[in-house]
């Protein structure tokens, strides 16, 4: 039973590239987010899920991009990779009753340069 | 705008040396505190909720308590292995869905032995 899945767990990308980060989950969970960690902010929520082929935009969605073609799998992308946008990704799920138990995954490294 | 502010950002114990870590918040109609803990190069691991004042939690050397402006993390007589960041967060009182949660900055706590 794998929980949460992120992958890549690193990448590093030159300024304008794009990338997608892929999150799975095998909970059943309907709900799915990703956040962002950087050094001395916290985790900062970027978009979520509330359901298979839905998403909404978080506290910091600019130049981001989500979708959410089946339950188990969300994914984030980066159409124009620009140096803010280096940090540590999370993705986590929740599901049933108990609000604001969130699982998470790994997380994935990515460097943009 | 809602906060959460954790105090302090970082404290050094010596092993068995008891403390306590600190989370404030400024949201409106609280709707649940969340107790996180985030090993290194890991994601954060769901502790605790408190939903409301008076309320108190406890799991192994951990006790979390909860007052209508604060929460607090009682560390009694710790272990090298609590050493981790600890994380608290609150759902927005605005936000239609009780799942999106605001992060605190978090405490890194190191127990030495």
């Known amino acids: 039973n794998a929980g949460v899945t992120q992958t890549p767990k690193f990448r590093v990308l030159k300024t304008g590239q794009s990338m997608t980060l892929l999150c799975a989950q095998d909970?059943?969970?309907?709900?799915m987010y990703w956040y962002r960690q950087d050094p001395g902010m916290g985790l900062r929520l970027i978009h979520y899920s509330v359901g298979e082929g839905t998403t909404a935009k978080g506290e910091v969605p600019d130049g981001y991009n989500v979708s959410r073609l089946k339950k188990q799998n969300f994914l984030l992308g980066l159409e124009s990779a620009a140096p803010s946008q280096t940090s540590v990704y999370f993705c986590?799920?929740?599901?049933?009753?108990?609000?604001?138990?969130?699982?998470f995954g790994e997380g994935s490294r990515l460097t943009v340069l | 705008e809602d906060q959460v502010t954790q105090s302090p950002e970082a404290l050094r114990l010596q092993e068995g040396e008891s403390s306590s870590l600190n989370c404030s918040y400024t949201?409106?109609?609280?709707?649940?505190l969340f107790w996180y803990r985030q090993d290194p190069g890991k994601g954060p691991e769901f502790l605790f909720t408190?939903?409301?004042a008076g309320e108190e939690k406890e799991k192994e050397r951990l006790k979390a308590t909860l007052t209508k402006k604060e929460s607090f993390l009682h560390i009694t007589a710790p272990k090298p292995e609590d050493s981790a960041t600890y994380l608290c967060?609150?759902?927005?009182?605005?936000?239609?869905?009780?799942?999106?949660?605001?992060f605190g900055s978090g405490t890194q706590l190191t127990v030495l032995p």
């Open positions: 408190l939903y409301s």
């Open positions: 986590a799920t929740s599901g049933g009753a108990r609000t604001g138990e969130l699982f």
């Open positions: 967060a609150v759902p927005p009182f605005s936000s239609g869905s009780a799942r999106q949660l605001t």
């Open positions: 949201v409106s109609g609280l709707r649940g």
């Open positions: 909970m059943n969970h309907e709900y």
